[in-house]
């Protein structure tokens, strides 16, 4: 057990941290802070989508839904119920990396929700019918049309994943996965794909607000201290590859959206890395807000773009180079090709023009606010405390972030446009309007 964990920096991570290892592999992290009677519980597993084998796309994001549908102890959708009518909250999501679930409760429900969370680490496997599977693979399937089928440009990550990562890559598909690979893997398939990574020594437990740490440490303790620890969990593929794409990758959808849209893409740097520090920086002064340059250059400068379609970010993956995504939507009466070319202009700017002052200045105050917002809450607290742990190998660490990015020079900015935005490693996804009869 560690001690308590002293603030980083005056930006940093300002709460205490303890830490400590059951004997059967969990990690447990606890931040007290008795400012309101609340607390979150957060787990994250180490399992997303870069951990799929070929045949078994998709199973990551199914189990997001399986582990609310039972477990040995807990009827179906009775998890929910003992937590929203105790005055909680609670939810998960999958992404590339992991699998997280959390609950945010009044801290006199701390040991529910704890006893909620190891029924379901340990005894999922024993509650899970074909009944059930059969259920959940069919609100997976709704979900894909809902929010990705369905909708004008909802599939654009879909088709991004593939055009930016080469075959066999973990991050060459998206986490909903393969309908066709749910629909094929029976019952026993999807059993032992939990059995071994739904594992205590697969897994951070992270408890943040009105709790001490021996509270948490002997709760735990009680609950998961008798799941067994898995031997030989498979590490996912490597992720990493050798610099950007050499040669530029282009496709162009036709479908019924309501105006041409573009998506630029860059593969850049893990998150974590201080290149991708300086990548945060630079997608900020490119497209954050009216004051970026996207804004200021396309839609209130050329007026080609619409004003509440266009922008830049970075997908925070940490086992691979992360992609930056740069996307621009048409206004009436402007063409693809002009729209392309502004954006190509203004993201070439970034080489050719060293960032400002004031656009640092801007980014800095930008990234600033989302930090604390992200950390104003125990379940924000508990989620990045997660984050750092699994994918870092300490809590504390993301007390680092922050200061990383402070310290992003105009320079570093530069130096990473040069290595990641070149037109000969673009990624160029166009979507044009179906042509009316």
């Avoid at 999501?93 to 340990?122: K, Q, V």
């Avoid at 979900?143 to 599939?155: A, F, K, T």
């Avoid at 948490?216 to 620890?229: Q, R």
């Amino acid at each position: 057990m560690t001690s308590p964990t002293a603030p980083v920096t005056e930006t940093g991570y300002p709460w205490p941290i303890e830490t400590t290892r059951l004997a059967n592999g969990l990690r447990v992290v606890v931040s007290e802070d008795r400012t309101v009677p609340v607390v979150c519980v957060n787990l994250w597993y180490d399992v997303g989508s870069r951990h799929e084998p070929p045949g078994q796309t998709g199973f990551a994001h199914l189990f997001e839904h399986l582990m609310f549908e039972g477990s040995q102890h807990v009827r179906k959708t009775e998890h929910m119920r003992l937590v929203q009518g105790n005055g909680g909250s609670l939810n998960a999501t999958t992404n590339p990396d992991r699998t997280n679930y959390f609950e945010s409760m009044p801290s006199e429900h701390l040991e529910l929700a704890l006893w909620l969370e190891a029924d379901r680490m340990g005894g999922l496997v024993p509650a899970l019918t074909q009944e059930t599977l059969d259920n959940q693979r069919e609100v997976v399937k709704n979900e894909r049309r809902q929010r990705y089928d369905n909708v004008p440009y909802g599939d654009a990550w879909l088709r991004l994943l593939p055009l930016l990562y080469p075959e066999g890559h973990p991050y060459h598909h998206a986490t909903i996965g393969s309908m066709e690979d749910l629909n094929a893997a029976g019952l026993d398939t999807f059993k032992a794909f939990h059995q071994q990574y739904y594992a205590p020594n697969n897994c951070v437990l992270t408890v943040a607000g009105d709790a001490s740490p021996a509270e948490v440490f002997a709760l735990a303790e009680k609950y998961f201290g008798a799941i067994e620890e898995v031997p030989g969990i498979p590490t996912a593929p490597a992720g990493h590859l050798a610099g950007p794409a050499t040669e530029p990758v282009r496709e162009t959808v036709t479908a019924a959206v309501p105006a041409p849209r573009i998506y630029l893409s860059h593969r850049t740097y893990p998150f974590g890395t201080a290149g991708y520090d300086a990548v945060t920086v630079l997608a900020t002064v490119l497209g954050s807000g009216r004051g970026s340059r996207l804004y200021q250059r396309l839609a209130d400068g050329k007026r080609i773009a619409q004003p509440d379609y266009i922008g830049s970010y970075g997908v925070d993956l940490a086992h691979g180079p992360a992609p930056l995504i740069i996307t621009a939507t048409a206004k009436d009466g402007v063409d693809v090709e002009t729209l392309e070319d502004g954006l190509a202009e203004v993201v070439q700017s970034l080489i050719d023009e060293p960032v400002t002052g004031d656009e640092l200045d801007r980014a800095k105050a930008l990234l600033t606010t989302s930090w604390w917002r992200q950390v104003s809450t125990v379940g924000g607290r508990a989620d990045t405390l997660g984050r750092y742990t699994t994918q870092f190998g300490d809590p504390a660490t993301a007390g680092s972030r922050l200061p990383a990015w402070l310290a992003v020079t105009a320079d570093d900015v530069t130096e990473a446009a040069v290595r990641t935005l070149q037109k000969e490693s673009r990624v160029t996804l166009t979507y044009l309007p179906e042509t009316k009869a």
